[in-house]
């Protein structure tokens, strides 16, 4: 039985920046070949440069960073080229991409292709009464040696997305806000918070991929944040907090590898 179909395949080369949409994938146990393979991180603080602390790092959606070939998994990545929030570019493996980028920024970066053994990011919690700090900025632990928040795969559903919109009709719930790897279109379910139920139970993505799906996905003020043509909306958060304790999709992990594409149908294990 086919519990659902891929609807759409996101990679992100570059943290925090906008990303790449994809037909189809290979996945290893570093999630999506090419996700988060880059970073870059403050030259003051030596924290991982993140979105979650808008405060110091107000434009990084309006970077959006695309590999200049697609990566294979017998070779090393190739370089990537971003997209600057003037529209000119510039590639990662360019002598004068860090003072580019800084400038652009307007605090000195570098641009790191391995993560140190134990990275740290900076996360900006809001004044919202839903969420456990509030008007504070916290460091926080990655998981050592990558570039991931928390999981190396988000999982998204269209039924959690059409939810959300019920419940706050004037939002602008679109999956970018919420930077998923993976958008699943249930056979079932109607809109609800399907993937919720999913915790702990495996999905097998076409002939070869299989995950597991490990926890949910709490959500912070990234997904509040201008980008592109949508506004600045604190009540997307809070609509998620108040009806889904802040958590919109699920986190994986991958356990057997393979290529994916879109439209490839997912059954529940």
């Known amino acids: 039985m086919t519990d659902g179909v891929v609807v759409s395949l996101w990679r992100y080369p570059v943290k925090s920046m906008m990303g790449e949409e994809l037909n ?142 019920e419940l706050y009709p004037r939002g602008r719930f679109e999956p970018r806000r919420f930077r998923p790897n993976i958008i699943v279109r249930p056979t079932e379910g109607g809109a609800e918070f399907v993937e919720s139920k999913w915790v702990g139970r495996r999905l097998r993505i076409g002939d070869d991929v299989v995950l597991e799906t490990t926890d949910h996905c709490p959500r912070c003020v990234m997904t509040t944040l201008p980008q592109g043509d949508l506004p600045k909306d604190s009540d997307i958060l809070r609509t998620a907090a108040r009806h889904n304790d802040v958590h919109v999709g699920v986190y994986a992990e991958v356990r057997e590898p393979g290529v994916f594409r879109r439209g490839d149908p997912v059954c529940l294990d």
Do not use: C
């Open 24 to 165: 189809a994938s290979h996945i290893t146990d570093r999630g999506l070949l090419g996700d988060r393979a880059l970073a870059l991180v403050d030259a003051e603080t030596g924290n991982v440069v993140s979105a979650k602390n808008p405060r110091r790092w107000p434009a990084m959606f309006d970077f959006r960073a695309a590999f200049s070939a697609p990566p294979d998994p017998g070779d090393a990545l190739p370089s990537v080229r971003v997209t600057l929030p003037d529209g000119s570019m510039i590639d990662s493996d360019d002598r004068g991409f860090a003072d580019v980028v800084s400038a652009a920024l307007g605090r000195p970066v570098s641009l790191l292709a391995a993560a140190p053994s134990q990275p740290v990011l900076e996360e900006y919690w809001p004044d919202m009464a839903e969420l456990a700090q509030q008007e504070v900025v916290t460091e926080e632990a990655m998981p050592a040696g990558t570039f991931f928040d928390l999981a190396t795969v988000h999982v998204l559903t269209t039924a959690t997305i059409d939810r959300l919109r």
